[in-house]
């Protein structure tokens, strides 16, 4: 877990009138009212300042919902809330302990894992936390999505030991793609649908890869403690992954294991841009829990936040990044530019708000 903060500094915010849509909707009322008795050019006037403000504000608020965790009705639920803030809802309200939110390729049902049953098993549900329905039986975690939206990877310990099996999407053809003595777990899809990743703790432990069906198994990475699954590239040729507090990346067929990171203080959480050119993590190489971000090659590294951050993640079209932090005492979620302006706090409670998840873009994204 990250370290205590200190008092957060003043964020970086857009100019006032960038904020509240009331200023505008007052500016076009305003118009209105001017209209009915200066026709002409009072409205033309008022709507070029209206697009003048909206033009100014740059791409304006974020579109897009955010999955995350949060455990403010006394367990943990999974909530949506709108990138620009609105619109928070608890998706799942359940006694029991639901987690590992995972959006499906066309952002209209979330994967996730609860033990409301009993044990822990993966559901689905659609996107309003309607239509839930429970897609195994003899227990299930980590659940994944392939590309197509067509399977699901998760991992089960039901025959003993953790494996990595796939399944329909409706649950069906439950299979076993792992059968080994050790745990395989944190199973990743490749972008381009040919592989899985997966961790496992063969040997030591380590970063495999194999096809989609089990077959071409490959090592990559000797890997003895994780708690994420790893993060593909989006071109699918390299996986970025981390080992003893590194970020390292290798490329799917094993060849060019890199570390990216030298740093004696943790670096984690890596996350890939979406055009495949930069990495954020979270890094304590300042002494805080800090997002940070690189180019894919390691270079150019950045500091991103300063007043904490951990759990970085990517907007769909690659120009906002969503994070945890703890600088207003308990864990948010924040949205902030690519370049580390304009945070915003997206949650105001109590709770852990926690593990954040971007929606896979639709057409009226950003
Ligand atoms: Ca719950
Ligand atoms: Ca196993
Ligand atoms: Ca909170």
Not at 100 to 111: E, H, K, M, Q
Not at 290 to 309: F, K, P, R, W, Y
Not at 336 to 361: C, F, H, I, Y
Request: charged share 25%; net charge negative.
């Amino acid at each position: 877990m990250p370290p205590a903060l200190p008092a957060a500094p003043g964020s970086t915010s857009l100019p006032f009138w960038c904020y509240p849509h009331d200023t505008v909707r007052e500016a076009s009322q305003a118009g209105k009212g001017l209209w009915a008795r200066w026709p002409g050019p009072t409205l033309l006037i008022a709507l070029a300042a209206i697009l003048f403000l909206a033009a100014a504000c740059g791409d304006g608020e974020p579109s897009g919902r955010i999955a995350f965790l949060s455990d403010r009705d006394g367990n943990f639920e999974i909530y949506v809330v709108n990138a620009g803030g609105s619109g928070l809802t608890n998706l799942t309200d359940d006694v029991g302990t639901d987690v590992f939110p995972a959006w499906s390729p066309d952002g209209g049902r979330i994967l996730f894992v609860s033990d409301r049953d009993g044990q822990q098993e993966v559901y689905v549900m659609d996107d309003k936390g309607q239509e839930v329905t429970r897609l195994t039986t003899d227990g299930g975690t980590h659940p994944a999505w392939s590309p197509d939206g067509a399977r699901i990877v998760f991992a089960t310990d039901r025959d003993g030991n953790f494996e990595v099996y796939v399944m329909d999407a409706d649950g069906t053809a439950q299979t076993n793609l792992t059968s080994d003595a050790a745990d395989d777990f944190y199973p990743a899809w490749s972008p381009d649908g040919s592989r899985i990743a997966f961790y496992s703790s063969r040997d030591g432990g380590g970063l495999y890869v194999m096809s989609a069906d089990g077959s071409e198994l490959t090592r990559l990475a000797d890997v003895a403690t994780t708690d994420r699954p790893p993060d593909w590239s989006p071109d699918s040729r390299q996986i970025a992954f981390v080992s003893e507090g590194e970020i390292e990346v290798a490329n799917a067929d094993g060849s060019g294991v890199t570390k990216l990171t030298e740093d004696p203080r943790d670096d984690r959480f890596p996350s890939w841009s979406p055009d495949g050119e930069r990495i954020a993590f979270g890094s304590e190489r300042s002494g805080n829990a800090e997002i940070h971000v690189m180019n894919a090659d390691g270079s150019d590294l950045t500091q991103l936040t300063t007043g904490g951050g951990v759990l970085p993640h990517w907007s769909p079209q690659g120009t906002r990044i969503v994070f945890v932090s703890d600088r207003d005492d308990s864990f948010e979620i924040y949205v902030m530019n690519e370049d580390g302006s304009g945070v915003k706090r997206l949650t105001d409670d109590p709770a852990q708000d926690v593990l954040p998840v971007w929606s896979p873009e639709r057409q009226s994204d950003e």
